[in-house]
């Protein structure tokens, strides 16, 4: 009976989207005054009803395409260890002070009403500094009306939401909004953060009239500047230079990409006053982030669930992971959600081919759109042309046959990436939702269990 309930459910939220042309239309709804309107009215519910929590908070946003996560993460630690009790919201968790709990509600960003909620309990527990991760969506909705930001951070700019925001301006434009909420809010401290080897970056948002702005970079000219990176399985190492000083250190955070990570959030730190040492101490012992390259060893061979749902991420990913594996192969399970950026499908599979001696083509979250035509978009590519002797290709549907297999044929010191799902604990399937869990795949595979 429930799951008639739930196939009925799903069907009924098809239909109605497509009667209603909901794909086309929402575009013009959302540019529209009268949806900022609603979407402001109910920032002005939600403030009233938890009476504007945002009041009294130190508030850092974090934006990107991708690794807004670890930054947002980083952070917290940092100021958690050397400021003040603080409060993290992420994709993949919420941290209260020393406390975590998974975000089980599948969104960068919350809705107003659970945003104030958390932070009404942050504040009731002590907590004066709010870090918090802004997707593109939510910034383009205004969903941000009634708090003002003290610090904005950006990475990278790259290839994701297009199906939402049609070009790559549009999608830096979102992202510059919180820029602009910096510069324009009533508060004293505005701060930027942003990265130099970022090209679109720079050409769109460095303009912007603001003294206190700090750049990073491991690649181009900026205040705090990386070199000497030294990528190990299990941490990376590198040198910084701050104002002509040079210092020296590690992380558990694995390849080099998230030294710019790190670079990020001691940029705010440095920009607020802390001593840098102290700020080291806190990376140093900073851990990990569920899904974020999440190490797992079977039978030999390495696993890696990682987050990787975007070109840029996958072929960083993969580069790192191409690199380690020396003369073993590199086995890599992906796949794209439904109702997504349908432009990015074949770019995602020409990167698993590139850099993979495997590649596993499988679910994601198939959600309302038909899973077969996902996996048909994305295998494109391989369907009209044939792969290197070398490379061999497979399409597994069902996501926990696919880990299933990979687990099979790896050899010892083989490494296999598992793409995409990450952090993850459910799946939107054409019918329902199920919990699914990478890792916990790969642990029950481990023990016996599945």
Not at 119 to 140: H, P
Request: proline letters at 3%; one cysteine or more.
């Amino acid at each position: 009976m429930n799951i008639f309930y739930l196939c009925c459910k799903k069907i009924m939220k098809k239909l109605v989207k497509k009667i209603l042309c909901y794909d086309k239309i929402y575009p013009v709804i959302k540019d529209s005054s009268l949806y900022h309107l609603y979407k402001k009215t109910q920032w002005d519910i939600a403030n009233s009803l938890y009476n504007n929590p945002g009041n009294g908070f130190f508030i850092i946003w974090v934006t990107w395409t991708n690794w807004k996560t670890t930054t947002v993460n980083l952070l917290q630690k940092i100021l958690n260890d050397n400021v003040a009790p603080t409060i993290s919201i992420s994709t993949a968790d919420i941290r209260i002070k020393n406390q975590r709990k998974t975000n089980s509600k599948k969104m960068t960003s919350l809705n107003v009403f659970d945003l104030q909620s958390l932070l009404t309990s942050a504040k009731e527990s002590g907590c004066r500094i709010a870090v918090l991760e802004a997707s593109s969506q939510w910034l383009d909705q205004h969903r941000f009306e009634g708090i003002d930001f003290d610090v904005a951070v950006l990475t990278n700019i790259t290839h994701d939401h297009l199906d939402y925001h049609w070009n790559m301006e549009k999608y830096a434009d979102a992202k510059k909004l919180l820029f602009k909420n910096v510069l324009t809010n009533k508060k004293q401290t505005k701060i930027w953060v942003f990265p130099t080897d970022d090209t679109f970056w720079r050409k769109r948002f460095e303009e912007m009239p603001l003294d206190k702005k700090i750049s990073y970079s491991s690649s181009a000219s900026s205040i705090l500047k990386a070199t000497q990176i030294i990528e190990y399985l299990d941490h990376t190492e590198f040198t910084f230079s701050y104002l002509g000083k040079l210092y020296r250190t590690k992380t558990h955070l694995l390849w080099a990409y998230n030294v710019n990570n790190i670079l990020a959030a001691m940029a705010v730190g440095i920009e607020i006053g802390l001593d840098i040492e102290k700020i080291l101490a806190s990376i140093e012992s900073f851990q990990w982030v569920n899904g974020r390259l999440q190490k797992q060893e079977i039978n030999g061979a390495t696993y890696f669930v990682d987050f990787a749902h975007t070109p840029d991420a996958l072929e960083k990913t993969l580069t790192f992971l191409e690199k380690e594996k020396g003369e073993n192969r590199l086995i890599t399970v992906f796949g794209v959600p439904g109702n997504r950026d349908t432009e990015k499908r074949p770019i995602m599979w020409e990167l698993a081919r590139k850099f993979s001696d495997i590649a596993i083509c499988t679910d994601d979250d198939p959600d309302t759109e038909n899973r077969l035509r996902i996996l048909d978009e994305l295998s494109k590519p391989i369907q009209e042309r044939f792969l290197a002797p070398w490379k061999t290709s497979y399409i597994i549907p069902e996501r926990r046959f696919a880990i299933k297999f990979a687990t099979e044929i790896a050899k010892p010191w083989d490494i296999v990436l598992l793409a995409g799902k990450w952090h993850e604990t459910v799946q939107l399937t054409n019918y329902w939702k199920r919990e699914r869990n990478d890792y916990n795949e790969l642990e029950k595979i481990k023990n016996g269990q599945n």
